[in-house]
């Protein structure tokens, strides 16, 4: 074991001084219980076999003034070549005067955690193997190195005018050129904006017509940047279509890159396999018909073109999510109506010898939407439940008011199965954030059956007690949030379908 003390006062007046001078020498300058070693270049001071610890007394530093000063640092340099497992060591103790009562404790250890409690409360532990300086707040080690910010409160930051109502945002950065938000508006002139983040807010940059837009959703393919829109009603030509757009690096601008033909489309899923790309369009219905076939397209580099890959049989499909457990890809899709019911099945499916296959059914209430989201190892799904209605059934209570459900998949039976239900009105998206090493949801609430005023819920992972609602938001016909970072700060956007502003919110940490 090798050391070196040194202690700093964060004083300008103050010079460092060398603790470890105070034990290491005798009068004469002689070496006592140690010698000087020397280890790739650095020299350093060896405590002898027989030495258990050595120590002076404050007095010898504190010469002008007997109290510690507020503000200090240790500086320890420290060469272990091997502790045995389970040990504990002290590097540096302050006892308190005349008595062993430490006051404060610097001790390493290979990755066992020291006891925490009131009493090593202000003592620091040097965790050897997470390679962290923690300190005993009482209760638990808490990292000082890398100190884990946290969700303090939520507050206003930006109201996003839009030219109509808003179903969906869509965040994504372009590199070496910024953020964008994409805002699906429902009127088709001048159609949906794409804002860009300046100074610190969104900006208008671009608009594109649309035709009662319901999703952007971004993705790239090489380093091109995309973005396709789905549109849910037919454009003046009577044609119905949903497009995809490229970005021009020449042109800065999104430009039409290729149409696909869909029917009363109400959102794009982009995802890659092996390399490949593709593309999942809900198809919502088709005149009345709401049992029709969504489309995964496939990239085609040498078209460069999307083609249709596979059809999958949904009803109302609302909503696709794409996601990767280890090797295995999925894709579930939220069916929101058959014809006479919402209480219906969504569906999983897994990726099977290139195609997706059926993987396991979930009874929903007019789901619109899926969030799939890790907390640690476990893996979860969230569904937003909108509304409960079936023909000729009696009539619910309240249909907006009934609950959305969070699912986890349980490896051992390799199905996901229900986790908490959470009570929602009329749930249209969810959104997973985190913030430090907390885990949030949002739920975005659009109706309660009579108004569109309703608080959105911010619910934090508590571990044993599962999502707990933390904050409420107070929103208006609130259809989407998305949670975005920048270099000032972290940030929600949620959009409006009920009003031509859409609200950039900022998250306030401590
Ligand atoms: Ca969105
Ligand atoms: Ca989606
Ligand atoms: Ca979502």
Known sequence: LSVRVTLIWILPHLQPLDLLSEITEDRGGRLIGMGIVQAQ???GLRLGKDLKAISFSASHIFKVCNHFPAEFSIVITLKVNSIAPKRNEYVFTLLKEGTSHMLLGLRFSEDNHPPCTQTEAGRLWFDVFRRGLFICDGKTWVSMLKAKERL????EYQNLVTYSETLDVEIFEIPDIGLFAATANKKPQPGSTIFKWLEGRFEPYQNITTYEAQAWKHFRIGTEVFLAVANFEKNDRNQEYSVIYRWSKRKLQFVLHQRLKTHSARDWEAFHINGETFLAVANHREGDDHNIDS????WNPDTRRFQTNQT???SGAYDWEFFTIGP??????ANTFNGTSTRIYSRIYIQLGGMFRLFQSIPTYGATDWEVFQVQERVFLAVANS?????GAPAEINPFNINSTI???NITAQMFVKFQDIPTYSAVDWEFFTVGDDSFLVVA???DGSKFFLNSVIYRWQGYESFVPVHQLPTYGCTDWEQFDTAEGSYLIYSSAKEHISKVLRLKTY
């Open 41 to 43: 270049g650095a020299r």
């Open 152 to 155: 303090d409160y939520v507050e």
């Open 295 to 298: 489309i995964i397209y496939k």
């Open 312 to 314: 999958i049989a949904t």
């Open 328 to 333: 295995y890809a999925f894709l579930v899709v």
């Open 387 to 391: 509304q409960s209605y079936e023909t």
């Open 407 to 409: 699912y986890e998949l």
């Open 445 to 447: 609430n659009s109706f």
